[in-house]
């Protein structure tokens, strides 16, 4: 089987292809930038097929399709604290969605794997029972979440009109190795690893899987022809569980003092600025983010329907996929 995977370059998209390859497949990796994808890890990978092709691009889109059986869907602009992109971050989820999918259907691809992610799932009040594929978030103030959540709604409005057959994967928060640039999610260990959570860790949690197992989900889910949603998720921390594991795995990072106080939650971009400027942090918050995060509601999401149907389960446990992280951010 032929599968073209856009987004390659990526974390998820890179090692995708590497899945891929491991179960017998053959790839085609489509990239914005040839010459970026060739100097990197991508390119070295044995056989290969590397296309250059952005997915706002129909034409470019249309030619990398061609003769492929399977369209592994996973490019994105993946970006929480930059105003400034917003209009980017919605224009290649959404219309790239569409240039696909589109693209898709006219060179009868049997099977499109989407990334979509659980953004798209709404937060519940702590103690509530677990939100499912059904479910839908209507907060969408932050532009990455809006991105998603709108590209993902027309991607299943366009499978309908133009019949194809697609299923959507929504991962959590993804780590482990593989990146060759940060993303927001990278970006919460980095801040860790910078001391940025010492005085104290927010009162908000987050999620986490490895980026293996989330290849994988994909490529089962196209495999076992599965059909609708799927949320891939591992663990789902709060803040000061994941910093107090970062120190387990390396006393150097050094565990909250506290857990700080709902009430301190409109200082946290400001404090975002001054950890960036003294510390060389990555910048994790906006004020979108806070209030979403400070709402008094929590990622709670049950991955029940992947282990039933896709028989997935995760390979790599959080204390291994954090250490795969962190030696990837120390470097060689």
């Known amino acids: 089987m032929l599968a073209l995977v856009t987004g390659a ?22 990239v914005r930038t040839m010459a970026a994808a060739r100097r990197g890890p ?59 999918l589109r693209a898709a259907a006219d060179a009868r691809v049997r099977k499109v794997v989407l990334t979509s992610s659980i ?23 932050v532009p990455y979440i809006r ?13 309908a009109e133009l019949r194809l057959n697609l299923v959507t994967i929504l991962p959590s928060g993804i780590i482990g190795p ?20 010492r005085l104290g860790a927010p009162r908000a949690n987050f999620t986490f899987a490895d980026v293996r197992d ?16 799927f949320i891939v998720v591992d663990v789902q921390p709060s803040f000061r569980t994941l910093v107090r594991t970062l120190h387990g795995i390396d006393p150097a990072i050094g565990p909250p003092l506290l857990t700080l106080p709902s009430f301190a939650a409109p200082m946290l971009p400001l404090y975002d600025r001054i950890t960036h400027r003294l510390l060389g942090a990555p910048r994790i918050a906006t004020p979108e983010v806070i209030a979403t995060a400070a709402s ?31 030696r990837a951010l120390n470097g060689p």
């Open 147 to 159: 991105a998603k959540t709108e590209a993902e709604r027309r991607a299943w409005s366009l499978a």
């Open 42 to 100: 991508l390119g070295a990978l044995p056989a290969v097929e590397l296309v250059e092709a952005d997915v706002r691009d129909p034409q470019a889109m249309r030619a990398a399709m061609e003769g492929i059986d399977t369209l592994f869907h996973a490019a994105a602009v993946y970006v929480l604290s930059d105003p400034g992109r917003a209009g980017e971050i919605v224009e290649v989820s959404w219309r790239g969605a569409e240039t696909a």
């Open 178 to 197: 593989g990146f060759q640039r940060s993303t927001p999610t990278i970006d919460i260990i980095e801040a860790a690893r910078r001391g940025v959570f």
């Open 119 to 141: 953004v798209t799932l709404p937060l519940t009040r702590p103690g509530a029972p677990p939100v499912d594929e059904s479910h839908w978030t209507t907060d969408l103030r």
């Open 214 to 229: 989330v290849a994988v989900a994909h490529v089962v889910a196209a495999e076992r022809d599965a059909q609708g949603r």
């Open 9 to 30: 370059n990526g974390h998820l998209g890179f090692n995708l292809v590497r899945t891929l390859l491991d179960r017998g497949w053959r790839v085609r990796a489509s």
């Open 296 to 326: 008094g509601k929590v990622f709670n999401v049950s991955a029940a329907r992947a282990r039933a149907e896709l028989g997935w389960t995760p390979s790599v446990s959080f204390e291994d996929s954090l250490r795969a992280t962190l």
